[in-house]
């Protein structure tokens, strides 16, 4: 069992940044990729950014240029560094991993961009 914790939301001016971060925690696991998906109400669960076991990165068209992610794979930790913020980014960021067949789920972080 995995399970996840994220941190890092809050209120930014458009324009700003945030970074969020994700530790997983358990046992006798091995994490094959971590990611991060969002969510606003009324709508899709979109995903935005995989970092891959071996550190190979994938982004959304949206949020390309302007976000990263990265893993520490010592702490079993990832990143969501957000730049250039804009109002469309407004959404609870779910970090997600991936370990032995199964795709967990974090309890969600709430990104608020004022314009």
């Known amino acids: 069992q995995v399970q996840l914790v994220e941190s890092g939301g809050g209120l930014v001016q458009a324009g700003g940044s945030l970074r969020l971060s994700c530790a997983a925690s358990?046992?006798?696991?091995?994490?094959?990729?971590m990611g991060w998906y969002r969510q606003t109400p009324g709508k899709q669960r979109e995903w935005v950014a995989t970092s891959s076991s071996i550190g190979t990165t994938y982004y959304a068209d949206s949020v390309k240029g302007r976000f990263t992610i990265s893993t520490d794979n010592y702490k079993k930790t990832a990143y969501l560094q957000m730049n250039g913020l804009n109002p469309e980014d407004t959404a609870v960021y779910y970090c997600?991993?991936?370990?032995?067949?199964?795709?967990?789920w974090g309890q969600g972080t709430q990104v608020t961009v004022s314009s």
């Open positions: 997600y991993a991936g370990a032995a067949g199964s795709t967990y």
């Open positions: 358990g046992s006798g696991f091995s994490i094959n990729a």
